[in-house]
């Protein structure tokens, strides 16, 4: 069994260096830069961030947990080092992988730890959002915006008609940026991906959430939406320690936005670590963060209503409807129209996907050149 998961683990490995090495969008280049633009802020070398970077990511590579608490990680090592040994043979190198895996990490927490600061050289775009409908008049149907900075990213290209079917696992998971400026440092720092390992372990909702509730240390600030085939879902709202989960609205609706939460105690918890982050950095409320955190703030309140006003009609142009919404108070498209004017890397909402699960159907537009998503011709697919 090990040895076919070791297979399979090199397999990943050689298939994600090589996206790595044909993608600018999370490529080489965009983990050199985001070390790069981290030691400047840091006012050190390029050299001396990638020796740190290394040396926390051997570091996290030896500190395995409690196998009493988590089993499922019994083994787990010699499968990631299967993975990057793939990778490497992809091409990618060392230093790439270590960035790849740790970089973030290593500036969320290990920094944390040190200084008590985070560092961030400019506010971080609030990350897309996804609304799962179990019944409408096309069927199921599961929606996401993608949003991020024009800076790496390149069009989709097309995909064939006749192209295999993707969504062929019992479960889908399917998440959103939601990360703090400065977090609590979790008690592990074992690069086990909590995400993966549920994909692979879990094959229905309620285990899912067991298992995510349980490893929450080992998966990041990020809100993810997690259902099957039969219309059950969960929400999952996320902080860096913390974790929230929720079932669908009476309609059995339910979607995730990025940046925020329902949940009160996870919603105190990024006010307060927000209204910290001000006072490390010695900002205020008239700052590029703060007028960030209230339009990120809107899109929620304005999701809320969204969702409410589309489980009266759950229809699909109504879902189609509402992922195009562009309230200046918090919207559900983003145009790449500054929050602030220090805000030199606007959002914009690079893909908007609706899926037809039941026709296996994609109905899909994204920015092109200087047209946003929104005003793009769509793209419908047939898949095999």
Known sequence: MQTERKERAYAKGLSRGRRMLADSYVGRRYWLDAAH?????????????????????RERLDAVPDLSIYPELRGYRELLEEEYCGMRDAGVDELTIAYSVSLNFWRDVRLVEETGRA??????????????????????LHAKNVDDPLTYFTPRPPIAPGTPWPWNEPLCFDGVGSGLHIDEPPPEIFPADAREMAKELCTTVDEAREFL????????????????????????????????????????????????????????????????????????????????????????????????????????????????????????????????????????????????????????????????????????????
Request: hydrophobic share 35%.
């Open 213 to 384: 509730v349980r490893y929450t240390y080992f998966w990041s600030s990020q809100n993810l939406l997690v259902h099957d085939q039969k219309g059950n879902s969960v929400a999952f709202e996320k902080t860096r320690c913390r974790v929230a989960a929720r079932g669908p609205n009476a309609n059995g609706i339910n979607w995730i936005t990025g940046m925020g939460a329902l949940d009160p105690g996870i919603s105190a918890h990024q006010r307060a670590m927000r209204r910290r982050h001000l006072e490390l950095t010695g900002q205020d409320e008239n700052c590029a963060d703060a007028a960030f955190w209230r339009l990120c703030d809107g899109t929620w309140c304005n999701m809320a209503r969204y969702i409410d006003e589309l489980s009266l009609n759950p229809s699909y142009d109504n879902l189609k409807q509402l992922m195009e919404q562009r309230d200046s108070s918090g919207p559900m498209c983003l145009t790449g129209t500054p929050c602030h004017p220090d805000d030199t890397a606007p959002g914009c909402t690079l893909f908007m996907d609706i899926w037809l699960l039941e026709r296996r159907q994609l109905y899909r537009r994204q920015w092109r050149g200087t047209t946003p998503a929104f005003l793009d011709t769509p793209e419908f697919v047939q898949f095999g």
């Open 119 to 140: 560092w961030h050289a400019a506010p971080q775009p609030e990350k897309c959002r996804i609304v799962y409908v179990p019944e409408s008049d096309r069927g199921a």
């Open 37 to 57: 633009g981290l030691a400047l802020l840091l006012d050190i070398s390029d050299e001396e961030i990638a020796t740190r970077v290394s040396c926390y990511h």
